[in-house]
């Protein structure tokens, strides 16, 4: 099993920063992709950013030049740098990590969430 950890949440302002950090513990799986997504109230959970299986980020279009992806693999963790903060940006976020099993099937876990709310 993976458990993940995520922290640095909180309230910004619109124009304000705040960094999100995911570390996978008690992880007994090897973790082949970590990203981060998001989910505002009523609407569908979202990818936010993601490192890929195969290493390459992939981006949200909507936080494409404000938000920044990147990782420690030593430490299994995963952070999510967030620049020029909106009002849209307001959500819960989620951290995911993936493994592929030696059968092919992927698994996804999930962290509990962290709120980011930016007010104007």
Same mark, same amino acid.
């Given at each position: 099993?993976?458990?993940?950890?995520?922290?640095? *949440?909180?309230?910004? +302002? %619109?124009? #304000?920063?705040? @960094?999100?950090?995911? /570390?996978?513990?008690?992880?007994?799986?090897?973790? !082949?992709?970590? *990203?981060?997504?998001? +989910? %505002?109230? #009523?609407?569908? @959970?979202?990818?936010? /950013?993601?490192?890929?299986?195969?290493?390459?980020? !992939?981006?949200?279009?909507?936080?494409?030049?404000?938000?920044?992806?990147? @990782?420690?693999?030593?430490?299994?963790?995963?952070?999510?740098?967030?620049?020029?903060?909106?009002?849209?940006?307001?959500?819960?976020?989620?951290?995911?990590?993936?493994?592929?099993?030696?059968?092919?099937?992927?698994?996804?876990?999930?962290?509990?969430?962290?709120?980011?709310?930016?007010?104007?």
């Amino acid at each position: 099993q993976v458990q993940l950890v995520e922290s640095g *949440g909180g309230l910004v +302002q %619109a124009g #304000g920063s705040l @960094r999100l950090s995911c /570390a996978a513990t008690r992880s007994s799986l090897t973790i !082949n992709a970590m *990203g981060w997504y998001r +989910q %505002a109230p #009523g609407k569908q @959970r979202e990818l936010v /950013a993601t490192f890929t299986i195969l290493g390459s980020t !992939n981006y949200a279009d909507t936080v494409k030049g404000r938000f920044t992806i990147s @990782r420690d693999n030593a430490e299994n963790t995963v952070y999510l740098q967030m620049n020029s903060l909106k009002p849209e940006d307001t959500a819960v976020y989620y951290c995911n990590a993936k493994h592929l099993a030696s059968d092919r099937t992927l698994y996804d876990y999930w962290g509990q969430g962290t709120q980011v709310t930016v007010s104007v």
